[in-house]
């Protein structure tokens, strides 16, 4: 039980300092529907390190990201996603109105 804590405490610790680097933004608000922040953020770290070790891969990896057939995918991709993203957040709101009215009688 003690080494569970402590192995939650130090990936929480982990986390704050790694995730900062990368400039990320808060993965857990609610009002944000980016569902590839999480994703980006980790390529970003990636790329980090890869550029610090192999500066000339890193240069190839930036233009082959900046393509405009990569540009388009990641459009839409992301515009897809925000439209998963809205309709889970729609059937959730469902899930609860549902479960307030008719379960618990609210």
């Known amino acids: 039980m003690l080494q569970s804590r402590a192995l939650v405490i130090a990936l929480i610790l982990l986390l ?19 569902l590839l922040a999480i994703p980006e953020a980790i390529v ?10 192999y500066p000339k891969i890193s ?3 930036l233009d082959t990201v900046q393509s405009p057939t990569v540009i388009a995918a ?3 991709l992301a515009k897809e996603a925000t439209k998963v993203s809205i309709m889970f957040e ?6 609860k ?9 609210y």
Do not use: C, M
């Open 90 to 95: 729609q059937l959730i709101e469902k899930i």
């Open 16 to 34: 704050s300092t790694t995730l900062p680097e990368v400039q990320s933004k808060s993965f857990f608000d609610r009002e944000r529907r980016d």
């Open 59 to 61: 240069q190839f990896y």
């Open 44 to 53: 970003s770290y990636v790329q980090e390190a890869v550029n610090k070790v």
């Open 74 to 76: 990641r459009q839409r």
């Open 97 to 105: 109105s549902v479960w307030y009215t008719r379960i618990l009688g």
